[in-house]
Structure formats: structure tokens, C-alpha cells
């Protein structure tokens, strides 16, 4: 798994700035889960036991299966710790910060 940030300053999005964070994970292996997890971990700072558990935003297990399906095409998108979490079934993802009002 790898992480790649970057900051985008004054976005479409109309937010004064906002930082994402990408990274890639094996979406046949057996543990995507754990490696959603830490790459959220890294985007946050925080240990992964630290973390909330994922099953009190998203049902693991539906998030695995529809990453499992075989369709490339196939993207869920979360809002985990004030973050904007999206995965996609060709194994990639990003983690957004999401703006307070």
C-alpha cells in the first residue's frame, strides 16, 4: 500500500483549502479492510486502534463485497472522522479532509 498527499489551495469545491490524501491497496487480498484502515491511520495521525471501529459508518463486509465484485468501475465513497474516505474496486482510494462551517 502506498500514500501520496497533496494540498489543493482554493479548490471547485469553494472550500479555502483542503488536503488528500491517495493511496493504493490490493482489492483481491484478504485483508482490504485493515489496509483501508491504515491508510486512514497514516492520512490522520492517529494508531489504528485508536481509530472508531469502520462497522459504526459502513458495513465491512457489503464495503468488501462490492470491492470484490469485479467490476473496475465499482467506487464507494464514506465519511469517516471528519473525512471524506472513496475507494474504488481497481484498488485505489483517496482521503479527503472535509471542511468545518
Same mark, same amino acid.
Given at each position: 500500500m ?5 494540498d489543493?489551495?482554493?479548490?471547485d !469545491?469553494g ?6 490524501v !491517495? ?10 479492510? %485493515?489496509?483501508?484502515?491504515e491508510a486512514i491511520?497514516?492520512?490522520?495521525g492517529e494508531?489504528p486502534?485508536g481509530?472508531p471501529?469502520l462497522?459504526? %459508518?459502513i458495513d ?7 470491492i ?9 465513497s ?6 471524506q %474516505?472513496? %475507494?474504488a474496486a481497481?484498488g !485505489?482510494?483517496?482521503i ?6
Amino acid at each position: 500500500m502506498g500514500t501520496q498527499q497533496s494540498d489543493n489551495v482554493g479548490g471547485d !469545491s469553494g472550500q479555502e483549502s483542503e488536503t488528500t490524501v !491517495s493511496f493504493e491497496f490490493d482489492p483481491t487480498g484478504e485483508n482490504i479492510i %485493515v489496509e483501508i484502515i491504515e491508510a486512514i491511520s497514516a492520512a490522520t495521525g492517529e494508531d489504528p486502534m485508536g481509530l472508531p471501529p469502520l462497522g459504526a %459508518v459502513i458495513d465491512p463486509d457489503a464495503l468488501e463485497a462490492c470491492i470484490r465484485s469485479g467490476n473496475e468501475t465499482v467506487e464507494i465513497s464514506f465519511v469517516f472522522e471528519d473525512r471524506q %474516505v472513496t %475507494v474504488a474496486a481497481s484498488g !485505489s482510494g483517496t482521503i479527503q479532509q472535509l471542511q468545518s462551517s
